[in-house]
């Protein structure tokens, strides 16, 4: 199989790398975004990562000239129906998401395989109220920040899906530099499981905004633990009010574990605001 046209929906700190990791791979892109203008000003900045990769000497002038060209976004109503592959990368919300996918379910080529890059959300759940065609088309692809470095990709199988589709999914990220590996389809699935934990009980151990201790933190966990960032600039990263809504939605999938409750800190960010490096604020201050 390949993969030679794709549309990226939810043009944030996900949908843009992933959006520029497939035109890095010679795909043809669209971008769409609830915010058209939103979607515009990430299209420059692929245009500018691009152009700096160029710079620093790690791609061709010519060859990113050729890219750009392969980039496009659009409206909803607009995107290429017989597109091979829809990945959704929206606010972590499974209502929206849900109501994004029927409308995609209608749209769309039968053909054409829909993924969601949800980091809690049962792959199961999101496609039940699909088509039972779709249902074998649908699966998770669930990309981790920033997409066009990091290498790993979770697969995710729901109840129906096709399992060659997954495999030949799986063997094309492999081939393009990628390592895909397939999960099961439960909450978190793994990495964002086990990873619960380590933002949980840095929360706990700092237990109210303090910035030595959060500090403290990041620097045992980096320096000692051999982690590449500690928890608070992870969080930071990752963008608080997205890792609280995973907490959130791990925490009720597992029926109210106590491991993986959300902590106060974290809404207290949320509520200020203070969603991380995309805001400019979050346990940190960005210049
Ligand atoms: P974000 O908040 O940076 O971007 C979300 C984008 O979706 C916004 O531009 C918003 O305008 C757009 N949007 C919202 N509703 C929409 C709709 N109905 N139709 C079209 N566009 C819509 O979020 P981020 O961080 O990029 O996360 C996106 C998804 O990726 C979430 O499901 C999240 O759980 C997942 N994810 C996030 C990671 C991270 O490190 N931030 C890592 C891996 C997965």
């Known amino acids: 199989m390949d993969i030679k046209n794709v549309i990226v929906i939810g043009t944030g700190t996900m949908g843009q790398g992933i959006a520029q990791w497939f035109l890095q791979q010679n795909t ?71 109501d994004l996918f029927k409308k ?23 496609a039940k109220d699909l088509s039972a065609g779709r249902q074998k088309k649908f699966l998770g692809l669930h990309f981790f920040n920033p997409a066009t470095i990091m290498k790993l990709v979770e697969v995710i199988n729901g109840l129906e899906t096709d399992r060659s589709l997954s495999q030949e999914i799986l063997k094309w990220f492999n ?13 978190g699935f793994i990495v964002n499981r086990v990873a ?4 949980g009980e840095s929360l706990r ?26 928890p608070f600039e992870l969080m930071d990263l990752i963008g608080i009010d997205v890792n609280l809504s995973v907490t959130e939605s791990v ?25 991380g490096r995309k805001t400019k604020k979050g346990f940190y201050i960005y210049e």
């Open 205 to 230: 151990a700092v237990g109210h905004y303090d910035l030595e201790k959060i500090k403290e933190v990041d620097t045992v966990m980096r320096e000692v633990g051999g982690f590449k960032m500690g």
């Open 196 to 199: 619960r934990n380590f933002y």
């Open 104 to 126: 995609l379910d209608e749209l769309m080529d039968q053909n054409t395989v829909l993924a969601s890059n949800t980091s809690s959300f049962p792959i199961t759940e999101m």
């Open 251 to 275: 925490y009720r999938a597992f029926f109210d574990e106590p491991r993986f409750k959300p902590h106060r800190l974290q809404k207290e960010m949320v509520d200020g605001k203070r969603f």
């Open 28 to 98: 043809t892109v669209e971008m769409v975004d609830a915010n058209y203008d939103f979607a515009l000003k990430s299209m420059d900045r692929i245009h500018e990562s691009l152009d700096s990769l160029v710079a620093k000497g790690k791609l061709e002038a010519a060859l990113v000239s050729d890219l750009k060209k392969k980039l496009s976004v659009k409206k909803l109503e607009e995107i290429n129906p017989k597109a091979d592959l829809v990945i959704e990368a929206i606010i972590e919300d499974k209502e929206i998401k849900k």
């Open 175 to 187: 081939s393009k530099g990628k390592v895909a590996c397939l999960c099961g389809d439960a909450p």
